[in-house]
């Protein structure tokens, strides 16, 4: 299966046709977003729109810029656009499991609750993990004067359950970088995206 993945774009009119370029080039079969889609939620309807005309499942949970009852209003009008966060998408053996929001807390209880559910419903499948902050430990969340800024929860998810990639975006600093937590690839994909083949 091929997907396309891109995060943080912020509503900028020349990432998103930059975007659906490469999209309409590499025909992916899903697209998924980590969210940042827009800066506060501004021309959030205009920005989706664009992503559904491709006529391709597209995988979206918030970031920090959207709210989630925001983001979930949206996607409903409009039938390519699957809100993902706290849910699962399975196609084929895949489950793309997405969990939106915050980019800022170190630990999220929520998280690990819908989590154990899901992990536990998805076994024997081959799980993604969508989320807008990284997870804790890894190249994709340590910066420079912070050190790790990622989320434990999520990596006591990947940890447990061993999903196959974890796409994650909003530390703009990693943009285009992947790291590895044991098996699992870790992905910040960038506003430009990648293909990824699973």
């Known amino acids: 299966m091929k997907i396309f993945a891109f995060t943080d774009i912020h509503g900028n009119e020349g990432l998103i046709q930059d975007v659906i370029k490469t999209i309409k080039s590499k025909k992916p079969e899903l697209i998924v977003c980590p969210g940042d889609l827009s800066i506060f939620g501004e021309d ?17 949970v918030h970031g920090n810029h959207e ?13 390519n656009m699957v809100f993902l966060h706290r849910g699962v998408f399975e196609i084929e053996n895949y ?8 980019g800022f807390s170190t630990k999220d209880e929520r998280f690990e609750k819908v989590s154990e559910i899901i992990g536990k419903k998805t076994k024997g499948k081959k799980v993604i993990l969508i989320t807008h902050q990284p997870p804790y430990g890894s190249k994709l969340d340590n910066l420079e004067y912070f050190e790790h800024v990622g989320n434990k929860s999520y990596t006591k998810f990947i940890k447990k359950y061993k999903p196959m990639l974890a796409v994650s975006g909003h ?3 990693h943009f285009g970088e992947m790291d590895r937590i044991n098996k699992t690839l870790l992905i910040n994909p960038g506003p430009l995206g990648k293909i990824l083949k699973l």
């Open 44 to 60: 959030l309807d205009k920005v989706l729109s664009k992503f559904n005309q491709l006529k391709i499942p597209f995988l979206v």
């Open 67 to 79: 709210g989630e009852d925001e983001l979930r209003k949206a996607c409903k009008k409009f039938e």
């Open 95 to 102: 489950a793309f499991f997405g969990y939106g929001g915050d």
């Open 171 to 173: 530390l703009h600093e």
